[in-house]
């Protein structure tokens, strides 16, 4: 079965430390990818997504993430992170056969502390 | 754009009655709508697919008769815990997506999600 997994529960970062998040997807066909982030008491936003085309995709805030489909990953990555990047991550894929259905990675706690 | 809105964004009943939730896209045609459940601290648990005009596709393990849902029209789906319990107390999040030419499925965007508390 279609799964995604995030290695990281928790991280814990200084302000202007770099971030990467590590996300890796088991399915052997067509994926489209996304990662999602869930600040404090708000919903889901789309952070970016890889459907086609260039692997390294450029999303909202200074986040970018790279596809690397020998790996199966879609890792996440900030150069220099603020104190209100604090949120949960999500990382999700979906499968063109699969009906549009998300699945979603466990989540990651970011806390960056000022 | 691609605004998604829920309601209520909170709601406390009694164990046995009913609650309906409702999820609207405000700027777009959602051809599918999505009902998730979040616990704390875990990910999201898709419940049910819902397609408008047509029947909900519901995930192993969820009771279709206790969550009822209804995509009525293209901007509206709702969600109906039936008889509810302590234990359905949880946060429910819906999505909405529309097909692009381009892609057999497009992004899904989220609503606020509703918090159900059940005495």
């Known amino acids: 079965a279609q799964s995604v997994s995030q290695h990281n529960h928790h991280v814990i970062l200084s302000e202007a430390a770099s971030l990467e998040l590590g996300c890796n997807y088991s399915y052997g066909g067509t994926v489209n990818l996304f990662w999602y982030v869930q600040y404090p008491g708000q919903h889901l936003q789309l952070l970016l997504k890889?459907?086609?085309?260039?692997?390294l995709v450029k999303g909202i805030k200074g986040f970018e993430a790279e596809f690397i489909k020998s790996k199966f990953s879609f890792n996440l990555r900030k150069p220099s992170v603020q104190w209100s990047d604090t949120a949960e991550y999500f990382c999700a894929a979906h499968a063109h056969n699969q009906g549009g259905k998300l699945i979603f990675g466990q989540g990651t706690e970011l806390s960056v502390k000022p | 754009g691609a605004v998604v809105s829920q309601h209520p964004s909170r709601v406390i009943c009694k164990s046995g009655t009913s609650v309906k939730i409702e999820c609207r896209s405000l700027?777009?045609?959602?051809?599918?709508m999505f009902w998730y459940r979040q616990f704390p601290k875990k990910s999201l648990m898709l419940m049910a697919t819902?397609?408008?005009?047509?029947?909900?596709?519901?995930e192993q393990g969820v009771e279709k008769d206790k969550f009822l849902i209804n995509h009525a029209s293209l901007t509206l789906s709702t969600l109906t815990v039936t008889s509810a319990h302590p234990e359905d107390s949880s946060f429910y999040i819906c999505?909405?997506?529309?097909?692009?030419?381009?892609?057999?499925?497009?992004?899904?965007?989220f609503g606020p999600g509703t918090r159900l508390t059940v005495l």
């Open positions: 999505s909405a997506s529309s097909k692009t030419s381009s892609h057999s499925t497009d992004t899904q965007y």
């Open positions: 819902s397609n408008e005009g047509s029947k909900a596709t519901y």
């Open positions: 890889y459907f086609s085309g260039d692997p």
């Open positions: 700027d777009f045609q959602a051809t599918t």
